[in-house]
């Protein structure tokens, strides 16, 4: 998602500083970044010259320190609410007076991220969907505290990027998760109670609900572990059990099987 975010800022004429713990973690965002660009040139969709110009708005960085000079700072880090608080407090210490904390978390109340700052009204959600330079959506979450100037902002901002903004009030989820993750875990229950085999669970719901892509493989796609932390999310906020994640789910994580990314989930991956 950190790439993908730094792919559609910098392509849309940003200059993006692009951070993380490991050099070899941004080596490997730069890589894919150029090979999804590549890809947009074999597509003509631009052409050579952009794709340089795009790549050469781009620095690395593995010092949060090259954040205090940014009017936006997108939080993309793995889902894991620790994390998000230990990078959101770092955040707040080393951005300027004014700087919008945008956070790309699935499920995680933005109220939540922002009480770990001075500057809650200054936080908002920026949900992009995956893959970031391909899916027009960004869900625009708006905190308890979030002061309208940053609301606007950030609406006028997806537009600038090519996104269709869609503001949400904050709750656990928002409404893009909290309404797929239970269908995608339904789909979980349907395979673990030998209603179908995945390949059948996913053509029904592509030829009978034309989805363009089936839940199960969807969830490969999104990660396991994501959709896991997600629903535990949901089942722990609202205290319902249509949340309740189904135990193939978590024997999946268990054993590794996270889908596209280790290699395997409910499809093998070359």
Known sequence: MGNGIAHVFAQSGFDVTLIDVEASFLDKALSIIDKNLSRQVKKEIIDEAAKEETLGRITKSTDIGDASDADIIVEAVPEDEGLKEETFRNLDQVAKDGAILASNTSSIP????A???????????????????????????????????????VVALSEELGKTPVVANDSPGFVSNRVLMPMINEAVYCLHEDVAEAEAIDQIMKLGMNHPIGP???????????????????????????????????????????????????????
């Open 110 to 113: 933005i109220t939540r991220l």
């Open 115 to 153: 009480a770990y700052t001075k500057r809650p009204e200054k936080v908002i959600g920026m949900h992009f969907m995956n893959p970031v330079p391909v899916m027009k959506l960004v869900e625009v979450v708006r905190g308890l505290a979030t002061d309208d100037a940053t609301a606007e902002a």
């Open 216 to 270: 199960l493989a969807l969830a490969d796609l999104i990660g396991l572990d994501v959709c896991l932390f997600i629903l535990e999310v949901l089942h722990n906020d609202l205290g319902e059990d249509k949340y309740r994640p189904c135990p193939l789910l978590r024997k999946y994580v268990d054993a590794g099987w996270l889908g596209r990314k280790s290699g395997r989930g409910f499809y093998l991956y070359d």
